[in-house]
């Protein structure tokens, strides 16, 4: 599986207080381990179970994702800003991989 | 034998089901019961309230493989009035557990959308949990057209 690329939309500024809104995607097939191959042996599991964000090193949201959540999984959330800084995003796979990305924001 | 397009469906998809019959019902479904216990686990033992948290998900989910689903609870998320977590269960499925998700004084709103995989036709519920330790829950039916577990 080629490496799973992730992508995050946030705003480049905003006011100081404002709640803006976050989108994120990662690229993942997020095998459930309920799927059968051509053999019928079961596919084992292989997902990414953890999302988290933080902003300049502090919580904002966090995802425990079971195989119920889809391919490629997708959050869109908020974020309160009071300052300049950065969003950190994580994911979590299975195999030990962690993937991560990062986007500042302008905050006026 | 002359068996056209159509023909071969109609056989195949007989056989298919026909299969399904001899082995029964493969993946073992969670069902309400599992469900109910993994809220009492989350509600640690209080009696979830309706109200305050809103559950968005499509009356008909074409295909159970990407079905949206969005939660709101409203809260100030500020001092006491603050959503700590949100934990999304589908009955049906064959682990009722979907996805947990855990809100910060840094959300700004307790809001959060994402896609989830449903097996069949059932019920999807949203149970919220306070910052004081209250529980909020909601309900609602999604139809699935085609399952999206793999099976």
Known sequence: MATPKPRVKVPKSAKAGETVVIKTLISHQMESGQRKDKDGKVIPREIIHKFACEFNGKPVFSCDMEPAISANPYFEFNAKVNESGKFKFTWEDDNGSVYTDEAAIEVS | ?151
Do not use: W
Not at chain 2, 46 to 72: D, F, R, S
Not at chain 2, 90 to 96: F, I, L, V
Not at chain 2, 117 to 122: C, S, V, Y
């Open chain 2, 1 to 151: 034998m002359n068996i056209n397009r159509r023909q071969l469906f109609l056989l195949s998809a007989g056989a298919a089901l026909a299969g399904t019959g001899a082995i029964g019902v493969a993946p073992a479904y969670a069902d309400a019961p599992a469900a109910d216990k993994r809220i009492a686990e989350f509600a640690g033992g209080k009696a979830p309230a309706t109200g305050k948290i809103t559950l968005t998900a499509p009356e008909i989910a074409e295909n159970g493989n990407t079905v949206p689903v969005a939660v709101k609870v409203d809260s100030a998320m500020e001092g006491d009035d603050m959503v700590e977590s949100v934990m999304i269960l589908a009955e049906g499925n064959p682990n009722p557990d979907v996805a947990t998700f855990h809100f910060t004084a840094m959300s700004g709103a307790a809001e959060a959308t994402t896609r989830m995989r449903l097996a069949k036709t059932q019920n999807v519920i949203a149970v919220a949990r306070m910052a004081d330790g209250s529980v909020y829950m909601d309900r609602k039916e999604v139809k699935v057209t085609i399952g999206g577990c793999g099976g």
